[in-house]
């Protein structure tokens, strides 16, 4: 188990694992040399796949120790390591809907900061990632539209463009045909060869990793079972040990290696004594069959095919669409577009002049006192709702998330709701008492799914959703038993607080008591758009970038959160903004982050400022809640959604 001479990068002494009651690891041990390429093989559920995750710390908590360049593995911040180990994992990337460019710019995380823009740096380590892959000429091509192989060469530029000294794969090969398993096993051997990369690759090809790699590495049940150089796991014996079946070896024609080949016709029940004395007369006392019994010409190479384009109408991004920076200054001019002109929209016309108090008194009271601080509310409103809902979106990469997926409006709706029945009527630094108790409630609604998650250890996204599902559908079960221990009057009030709206007072004390929530919000979504960015592609391929995921995901739920619940506590509830928004600015601009949180911005502020003018003036002098228009318009963009697009963008 010693390396050849070269130092050791990678050490696994007596490492263990276990994953609930059951044992994966036992007592694995094994180093790997800079430079070295080494390929580990076993039967299905040996541990392989484990022991990559553990050796990237993608998996923690086992027993015994790793050492990566001579340092113990948990000793290392999340995005040193990162430096230090790139990873592809298992899966075709098929639900990605970033471009080429912008997935391997990703693998540049590791030496950003939240406000650095891309330097010219990791342009260039981008660029010569996709020359060394051959990938260049996809760079603008989204992810999806490219073949298997092409895929996991992108895969493979993004963990390149990390600067890693080590490269782990997990089956990179899988799903692939021949010709792509040949370039992506040759593109290994070149960044082996040219960079010194070290290529630590699992596998279930026995024969590549016997011509490809320095050593093997071969587990069974969770143990080391072999570690040596290929020719001396190629023998019957030494397989049979390994996968438990006997196993037919013929001599490769160029390389002399033995190779494994199927045993034939009908010979699916030959015990081990058969397949040990091979078939007819070219049979070995090895085991092994001799080529001239199966071949009776030389293999000739076959040329280096042409990468084979997708279909045409598979082909984007769009050359017709604008530049994101093109498409948010856009949305900025309609938005302050829309700023300007909705204070003077309404059932009484308002003069330009009031704006200086000019005029009629009674027009500029009306325009200061009541249009612009609900046109500067509705902004704020739709901004948290949208942001909340992209970030939600991404968190938990599910298309159909949105601020209240995890019961934040129905805790303040039940806060309002206690308030109403208690008769109370009171308010603290010109903070009404009925938002208060909404905060209180929306902040029981966070604590509860936040408690409730972290009771699990190790709890995932799912987890987190489902606790703010089930707290939302008990809190509306309470908002129903209030209700009906209400009278008639308390009754309308529940009803017509939990249809939302913006009527909720006079001058800019509702607009004061949102607005630090959303600034504090809104800056911190804005600083972790990378880390959305790669979180949207997996958890586990964000972890492997350096992203530190579950600090990353608590941060975004507390943000978002906050902001729902002082949009709530004075709104109530504004239902479809953070649903809608995200996605048409996806639709608009793509879906990295880095644009799209300023477009959502932009556009759920505009958009709940527009869907308010609609409800002040349709039914002048009769207003409507707002939450009825952005549900009729919120109710069919959900069907549309969810029936009508195959795959959203970036959701995966």
């Not at 029940?269 to 058969?274: E, L």
Request: with cysteine; charged share 15%.
């Amino acid at each position: 188990m010693e390396t050849t001479g070269r130092q050791a990068i990678i050490e696994v002494r007596n490492f263990s694992f276990r994953l609930g009651k059951k044992q994966i690891l036992r007592d694995v041990s094994f180093t790997v040399a800079e430079g070295e390429y080494l390929s580990i093989v076993g039967p299905n559920g040996a541990g392989k796949t484990t022991l990559l995750k553990c050796i990237d710390r993608l998996l923690t908590g086992g027993s015994g120790r790793i050492e990566i360049c001579g340092r113990p593995l948990e000793s290392y911040a999340q995005k040193k390591l990162a430096r230090l180990i790139g990873y592809v994992p298992q899966g075709d990337g098929q639900g990605f809907a970033f471009t080429v460019e912008q997935l391997v710019l990703m693998g540049r995380y590791p030496y950003l900061s939240p406000f650095s823009p891309v330097s010219k740096e990791d342009r260039q380590a981008v660029r010569q990632s996709l020359e060394l892959t051959g990938t260049a000429e996809f760079a603008e091509r989204l992810l999806q539209t490219l073949s298997g192989g092409e895929r996991q060469k992108v895969f493979i530029a993004a963990a390149l463009a990390q600067g890693a000294r080590i490269l782990l794969l997990d089956e990179p090969t899988t799903f692939l045909d021949y010709r792509h398993q040949d370039e992506v096993q040759g593109l290994l051997a070149r960044v082996n060869r040219q960079s010194g990369t070290t290529i630590v690759s699992v596998t279930h090809d026995v024969n590549r990793a016997a011509l490809e790699s320095d050593r093997i590495v071969a587990l069974r049940e969770g143990s080391v079972v072999f570690c040596g150089p290929p020719p001396e796991i190629m023998r019957a014996e030494v397989l049979e040990q390994i996968y438990g079946a006997s196993l037919l070896l013929v001599d490769h024609p160029r390389e002399g290696l033995p190779m494994i080949v199927p045993r034939g016709k009908g010979d699916g029940g030959r015990g081990k004594g058969d397949v040990a004395r091979g078939r007819g007369p070219a049979a070995t006392t090895e085991g092994r069959v001799h080529p001239s019994s199966i071949i009776n010409r030389q293999f000739t190479p076959s040329p280096p095919h042409p990468l084979t384009p997708s279909p045409p109408h598979l082909v984007a991004p769009d050359p017709s669409r604008l530049s994101p920076l093109w498409t948010l200054a856009v949305l900025a001019v309609l938005a302050a577009l829309v700023l300007a002109a909705a204070p003077f929209v309404g059932m009484q016309r308002i003069p330009l002049g009031a704006l200086w108090s000019g005029g009629d008194d009674t027009a500029a009271s009306i325009l200061w006192r009541l249009r612009i601080p609900r046109v500067c509310l509705a902004f704020l409103a739709g901004a948290s709702l949208g942001l909340s809902g992209m970030a939600f979106q991404a968190v938990f990469r599910n298309p159909l998330a949105t601020p209240f997926t995890l019961g934040v409006a129905s805790g303040a709706s039940l806060g309002a709701a206690v308030y109403i029945r208690l008769g109370l009527a009171f308010s603290l630094w010109k903070i009404s008492g009925e938002s208060m108790f909404a905060f209180a409630g929306a902040a029981l609604s966070i604590l509860a799914v936040y408690g409730l998650t972290r009771a699990r250890r190790g709890s995932s996204t799912a987890t987190m959703l489902l606790a703010g599902v089930a707290m939302g559908l008990f809190f509306s079960s309470l908002i129903l038993f209030i209700q009906y221990v209400s009278d008639f009057t308390q009754t309308f009030r529940i009803l017509r607080w939990v249809m939302g709206g913006l009527e909720k007072g006079v001058g800019f004390d509702e607009v004061l008591g949102v607005l630090p929530f959303a600034v504090t919000g809104s800056l911190i979504v804005f600083c972790m758009t990378h880390e959305l960015n790669l979180i949207t592609t997996g958890e586990e391929l964000a972890a492997s970038r350096g992203v530190e995921v579950r600090r990353t995901r608590m941060i975004l739920f507390f943000a978002a959160s906050l902001m729902v619940g002082a949009v709530v506590a004075v709104c109530g509830p504004i239902g479809f903004v953070g649903l809608m928004a995200p996605h048409i600015c996806r639709l608009l601009i793509g879906p990295d982050h880095r644009y799209l949180m300023p477009a959502t911005l932009l556009f759920g502020g505009a958009f709940l400022i527009l869907c308010d003018t609609l409800a002040r003036t349709v039914m002048a002098p009769t207003e409507l809640p707002v939450g009825i228009i952005t549900s009729l318009l919120g109710g069919p963009f959900f069907l549309w959604l969810l029936l009508g697009r195959r795959d959203d963008a970036g959701m995966g």
